[in-house]
């Protein structure tokens, strides 16, 4: 995958974010950090249409970008939205007394974050709303620096807390100074830092 595609991959992964289902845009990322592309592309075109996700235009030709066969019949499938959808969540700084203990995980993020070449850790908690494919959780934002490959930080972030803690909770690694999309930017307005570089 040339320098074009990667980055083309991680803007897909942060468009659909909250969109697709958590696992599906988890393993997307994974296997595009490990230079899966093709089971990447097949695994995003597949859910898509099984999740009954829209994608804009712009979306649809950053995708069509990723495949390794432009004439591939799934690519016809993708359903076309004018605009992508506002975010089918509520976030806040702090969860319902039912949530689980953010406290094992903030460490575990913390600790791996200036391995990773992040500047700053902050958590959301996320509540969806009626037509939301993802239930409730907490939400990592952790903004790296501009030359941070984003899917290798994604994926080691990832890894350490499923090795130490068995949580597969959603992690948004993002550049500095870029547009986020919706999703994104209204986890950060409402999330709490947790960590910061020195």
Do not use: C
């Not at 659909?16 to 994974?30: E, F, P, T, Y």
């Not at 859910?47 to 979306?59: D, H, I, M, R, W």
């Not at 700053?120 to 941070?148: G, S």
């Amino acid at each position: 995958m040339d320098v074009a595609q990667y980055a083309a991959a991680t803007e897909v992964a942060r468009r659909l974010a909250g969109r697709l289902s958590d696992d599906v845009v988890a393993v997307v990322q994974a296997q595009y950090a490990a230079g899966e592309r093709e089971l990447a592309v097949a695994a995003l075109l597949l859910n898509l249409v099984a999740e009954g996700v829209a994608v804009t235009a712009q979306e649809a030709a950053l995708i069509r970008s990723l495949s390794p066969d432009p004439t591939d019949p799934a690519l016809a499938d993708l359903a076309l939205a004018d605009t992508a959808p506002a975010p089918a969540y509520r976030f806040s700084p702090t969860g319902p007394p039912e949530a689980p203990d953010p406290t094992p995980v903030d460490e575990v993020i913390a600790t791996e974050a200036p391995l990773v070449g992040a500047r700053r850790v902050r958590r959301a908690w996320r509540d969806p709303l009626p037509d939301a494919p993802n239930r409730p959780t907490w939400v990592y934002l952790v903004q790296v620096a501009p030359e941070v490959d984003e899917l290798r930080a994604y994926s080691t972030l990832t890894a350490h807390v499923w090795m130490r803690e068995q949580e597969k909770w959603p992690v948004e690694v993002i550049a500095d100074g870029g547009l986020l999309p919706p999703y994104q930017a209204a986890a950060v307005t409402a999330a709490r830092q947790i960590w910061v570089a020195a």
